[in-house]
């Protein structure tokens, strides 16, 4: 089966397609949060490089989440529109999950932090486990400084990543036993998504396009601007 990954939660669009053969292509773009734009051109391209009909796809796989919340809409309904249209099942992986996978041959604790706007980051932990990675606890939103003291107080050797993490890597500086990771590996990767959405297919793990749910773990910036308004002074 082949798999068409797309992953936007992050300022930067990507999708891959693959299967059991592994990755047979990627293509990843950041153009200033263009995602609209920019995922359908990206999607095409890829099919062209990789000689994949769309109708040769057997699943859909998105990121879920946490990130950016206008480039997260666009991703998982283009994947749910791709679905519905070929009749296709879906599999949703967490943001956070890709970017520590892509790191699962390190011996550190990884920290990911994506950036979240508002001065806040989406953050995770997770250790090295046979095949892959495990969460430590479930997808957390705060403060940079806030995630600086939770890692200060331990004793571990911790990996830090993603674009939160180098956006607020100040706020990190003199934590012992702390790595910060660089910019390629700042952001989800699509060939990661397709890789641990094959393992799931191969478990026939698979959600309708009606039952995937994004996770935003807070209310769109939209949405709290209009609550602030109208909440009595």
Not at 111 to 135: H, K, L, M, T
């Amino acid at each position: 089966m082949l798999i068409l990954g797309v992953s936007t939660s992050t300022a930067r669009v990507g999708c891959a397609i693959g299967g059991h053969e592994g990755i047979l292509g990627a293509v990843h773009s950041s153009r200033g949060r263009r995602h609209a734009e920019t995922l359908t051109p990206a999607i095409e391209f890829l099919c062209r490089q990789t000689r994949v009909e769309l109708s040769e796809i057997g699943a859909i796989a998105v990121d879920l989440g946490p990130g950016l919340f206008t480039g997260l809409r666009v991703g998982v309904a283009a994947g749910k529109a791709l679905a519905h249209a070929r009749r296709l099942p879906m599999i949703g992986v967490a943001s956070l999950d890709l970017l520590a996978f892509a790191l699962r041959h390190s011996s550190r604790r990884i920290v990911c932090a994506i950036d979240a706007g508002r001065g806040e980051i989406f953050s995770a932990s997770y250790r090295q486990s046979p095949g892959g990675v495990q969460r430590l606890g479930d997808p957390q939103v705060g403060t940079p400084d806030d995630l600086a003291a939770e890692l200060a107080a331990g004793k571990e050797e911790l990996l830090l990543v993603g674009d939160g993490a180098l956006r607020y890597q100040e706020a990190f500086e003199g934590i012992r036993r702390l790595e910060l990771g660089d910019s390629g590996v700042a952001h989800p990767s699509a060939g990661s998504l397709v890789q641990l959405a094959h393992a799931r297919a191969l478990r026939e793990d698979f959600v309708l396009p009606a039952d995937l749910t994004p996770l935003y773990l807070r209310r769109p910036d939209a949405e709290i601007g209009w609550i602030t308004r109208d909440a009595p002074r």
